[in-house]
C-alpha cells in the first residue's frame, strides 16, 4: 500500500481579501494533491486561516467591528475562493477553532517543559504587517527616520514583557538537519538563503505579546498572548489530530510538503523546526518556498492600485484557464508574472488550438462518421504504435516533473504528447481515409482516442474541471482515471455498446475582456 500524503499550504492571513498570490498557492497545492492521488496514494490536504494577531486588530479597529467578526468575514472570501477555483481541500483550518487552542497551549507547555522558554524584557524592532521582529543589521532606511524590514515593510520598536523562546539552543541541531537532509528546503536559492541566515547566529525569539489579547492565551501566564507565528504554524499539527487523536497524528505527521511563499521561508525552516526539536515531535520532510506573482512584471499593493480578485479572473476566462496559465507559465519556485492578455494567449494556444482542437475534431468525426461507435482495431500500421509510445513517454516525463515540483516543465512535457498526437492526425488523414480505406480509418481514430484519453488523465491534476467534462465524453468513470496506459476499458465500453454523443467544446477560444478604457 502506497504511503499516505500530507500537503499543506501557508494558512492564510485574513486582513485583506484574498489576491492572485493566495489563489497561486492553493492551486499549485491542489495539484500536487490530486496528482499523489492519482498514485495511489491516501492524501490529506490543509489550508486555511490564520486569524491573530495585530494587524487583524488594527483592521478590526478602523473598520469599527470586533475583531472575531472580522475573521469571520474575511475568512469566508478565502474558503469562498477556495471552492470557485476547485481546490479539492480536506481540512480548512481556522486558528480561531477551539482545538487549534488547546494545541497551540500543548505544544507551548511542551517547550516550557523542555526548559526553552524564559520571562524578560523585550526592546528591538518589530513589523506589524510582517508580524516580525527584525535585528538591527537586517534593517534598511526608509523615507526619512523610518527603518524598513528586510522585506520593505516598516518596522518600530517595541518594548514590552514578553517570554522569549531559546531559538539560539538550536542553531547547530538545525544546521545537522539541513546537512543531513538537502531538500528539507527548497528550491536550493532557498535553502542557501537560510542556510547563511542561522550560519550567522541565532537570537532567542520574542513568542508572546502583552499589547494586546486578540490570540492564543499563554498557559498560566496572566495578560499574555501567544506571538501570532507560534499559533499559526501550530495549525499543521492541529489539524492533523495533534494532541487528541493519536490515530490520525501518528498517520499524517510528519508533513510531506509545507508548500509556501518565499517570504515566509524562515519561520518555516527555523522558528518551526525548532519548536518541534523542543517540543520532541518529528519534523516536516519538506518546506518549498514558491515566488511572488507579480502583474505585469510589478509586485501587487494597494498603493499602484494593480491588486486583482482572482475570482474576477476565474470568471472571465474560466477557472481552468487560469489554474493551466499559472502552472505552465510560471516556473515554480521562482517570481513569475501574469497578465490577461498572457492568460488568454496561452490558453487558447495550448487548451483551445493544441489539446481541446485535437479531442473536438476526432470525438466529433467519430460522431458523425462512425455513428458515434468507438472504432475497432482496423488496419494499424507501425505508425500507431510509435504515437502511443511517444505519448506514454510525455506523459511519463510529465510525471516525473512534476515528482520533484517542476510544475512548469511537466506542463511542458504533456504538451510533447499533445503535439505529437497532432502531427499524426494531420499526417494520418482519417477524413480522407474514410471513403478509400476504412480500416485503416479506425485504426487512426482507435489510436487518437486510446492516446487522447491517457492525456486527459494526465492533466486532470492542473485542469480537473475540463478534463473530467473530456473523460465523460468518452463514456469514462472517475474508476478509470488513474490506469494510465491500461486500455483494457476500451473493448469493454465498445463491446458495452458505448456511443461518443457530437462533443460540445470544452476549451473555447478566449478573448480579452473589455474594460471601461477599452478603447471604441
Not at 510528519?254 to 526539536?277: N, Q, T
Request: hydrophobic share 40%; net charge negative.
Amino acid at each position: 500500500m502506497a504511503k499516505p500524503y500530507y500537503i499543506t499550504t501557508a494558512i492564510h492571513y485574513p486582513n485583506g481579501r484574498p489576491h492572485i498570490g493566495h489563489a497561486y498557492e492553493m492551486i499549485a497545492a491542489d495539484a500536487v494533491a490530486r496528482f499523489q492521488r492519482q498514485a495511489g496514494r491516501d492524501v490529506r490536504f490543509q489550508t486555511g486561516t490564520d486569524e491573530h494577531g495585530l494587524k487583524m486588530v488594527q483592521t478590526a479597529r478602523d473598520r469599527n467591528i470586533p475583531v472575531r467578526t472580522l475573521a469571520d468575514e474575511m475568512s469566508g472570501y478565502f474558503r469562498v475562493m477556495a471552492d470557485g477555483l476547485d481546490i479539492g481541500y480536506d481540512r480548512f483550518i481556522r486558528t480561531v477553532e477551539p482545538a487549534h487552542y488547546a494545541a497551540s497551549q500543548t505544544i507551548w507547555k511542551a517547550m516550557e517543559a523542555s526548559g526553552d522558554l524564559y520571562l524578560d524584557r523585550y526592546e528591538g524592532w518589530y513589523s506589524v504587517r510582517d508580524e516580525a521582529f527584525y535585528e538591527e543589521k537586517e534593517l534598511q532606511p526608509g523615507e526619512g527616520d523610518v527603518k524598513l524590514s528586510p522585506q520593505g515593510t516598516p518596522v518600530e520598536w517595541t518594548s514590552e514583557e514578553t517570554w522569549f523562546f531559546r531559538l539560539s539552543k538550536y542553531q547547530q541541531p538545525l544546521l545537522d538537519h539541513y546537512a543531513a537532509n538537502p531538500d528539507f528546503i527548497r528550491p536550493e536559492s532557498r535553502r542557501n538563503e537560510i542556510m547563511r541566515f542561522v550560519e550567522g547566529g541565532l537570537s532567542d525569539l520574542s513568542v508572546s505579546r502583552t499589547s494586546f489579547d486578540w490570540g492564543v492565551p499563554v498557559p498560566d501566564s496572566t495578560g499574555h498572548v501567544m506571538y501570532v507565528w507560534v499559533d499559526a504554524l501550530t495549525n499543521y499539527i492541529s489539524g492533523a489530530g495533534y494532541p487528541t487523536d493519536e490515530t490520525a497524528f501518528s498517520k499524517w505527521w510528519p508533513a510531506d510538503l509545507h508548500l509556501i511563499g518565499k517570504d515566509i521561508v524562515r519561520f518555516h525552516a527555523v522558528y518551526w523546526p525548532a519548536f518541534l526539536m523542543s517540543a520532541g515531535l518529528p519534523l516536516p520532510h519538506q518546506i518549498f518556498g514558491h515566488g511572488f506573482v507579480l502583474n505585469r512584471g510589478e509586485k501587487m499593493s494597494k498603493s499602484t492600485g494593480n491588486i486583482v480578485d482572482p475570482m474576477d479572473l476565474a470568471r472571465t476566462y474560466g477557472v481552468d484557464s487560469l489554474r493551466y496559465f499559472l502552472l505552465r507559465d510560471i516556473s515554480f519556485g521562482q517570481d513569475g508574472s501574469y497578465s490577461e492578455e498572457a492568460i488568454v494567449t496561452r490558453a487558447n494556444a495550448d487548451l483551445s488550438n493544441s489539446f481541446g482542437n485535437l479531442a473536438q475534431r476526432t470525438l466529433a468525426f467519430i460522431a458523425k462518421n462512425c455513428g458515434g461507435e468507438l472504432p475497432g482495431e482496423g488496419r494499424s500500421e507501425a505508425v500507431d504504435a510509435d504515437l502511443l509510445t511517444t505519448v506514454g513517454s510525455a506523459i511519463e516525463s510529465y510525471r516525473g516533473e512534476f515528482e520533484k515540483l517542476a510544475l512548469s516543465q511537466a506542463t511542458e512535457a504533456w504538451m510533447r504528447g499533445v503535439f505529437a498526437c497532432n502531427q499524426y492526425i494531420d499526417a494520418q488523414a482519417p477524413w480522407a481515409l474514410r471513403k478509400n480505406d476504412p480500416a485503416r480509418m479506425q485504426a487512426v481514430l482507435r489510436t487518437l482516442v486510446l492516446a487522447i484519453r491517457d492525456l486527459a488523465i494526465a492533466i486532470l491534476p492542473v485542469i480537473p474541471r475540463s478534463a473530467d467534462k473530456l473523460l465523460d465524453q468518452l463514456g469514462i468513470t472517475a474508476r478509470g482515471h488513474a490506469a494510465l496506459g491500461d486500455h483494457t476499458w476500451y473493448d469493454a465500453a465498445r463491446g458495452a455498446g458505448f456511443r461518443i454523443a457530437p462533443p460540445s467544446p470544452i476549451f473555447p477560444r478566449l478573448t480579452i475582456a473589455e474594460t471601461e478604457d477599452s478603447p471604441a
